[in-house]
């Protein structure tokens, strides 16, 4: 059976706590929506470890190079995961991913949305393999993202459709 969290550890990786927002933040949505056996997920920024959120800030091209917002996407992907965790209490609940959408605030000039967000999507082939971890994806530049973040990256996966929102423990 697939062990996406024994995966993590094995590539010397680690989620971070799920998302902490800041006190004077309130946003009127979920992260994770759980629909039957569809979660839905709200775009992610990266979060430090504690789940504070932490940027990137800025635009691509302009403040972050395309390897750095790569390696962003990729530490938001560690951040989504452990926001999933968080509410159905083992990534290996996930039967597939279906879609990711990445936003990149992008310098008007700047091409390589779709470099960035590779660092997502191959992050979910190493932790999931190809059966589960291949996705539809978009990605596009933007003039801007909330609280001027880099990249903001939402999708969506399948459970199994017995599967029932669990708290972990």
Known sequence: MLN???????????????????KDLILPFNF????????LISGHPRQSQDGSINGPYGQVGKDLTTEEAQLASKEIGLSIL?????????????KEWVRVF???????????????????????????GS???SHSRSAIGVAGLPMNLAIEIEGEVIMPSTMRKV???
């Open 4 to 22: 996406p969290e024994k995966k993590i550890q094995e590539l010397g990786l680690k989620l971070p706590n799920p998302i902490k927002l800041p």
């Open 32 to 39: 994770i929506n759980i629909r039957g056996n569809r979660v």
């Open 82 to 94: 452990a926001n999933i965790k968080k509410e159905i209490g083992h990534l290996s609940r996930i």
């Open 102 to 128: 990445g936003m990149v605030n992008s310098a008007p000039w700047y091409k390589e949305q779709h470099i960035v967000l590779n660092g997502f999507s191959s992050l979910l082939i190493e932790v999931f």
């Open 131 to 133: 059966d589960i971890g």
């Open 167 to 169: 708290i972990a423990t």
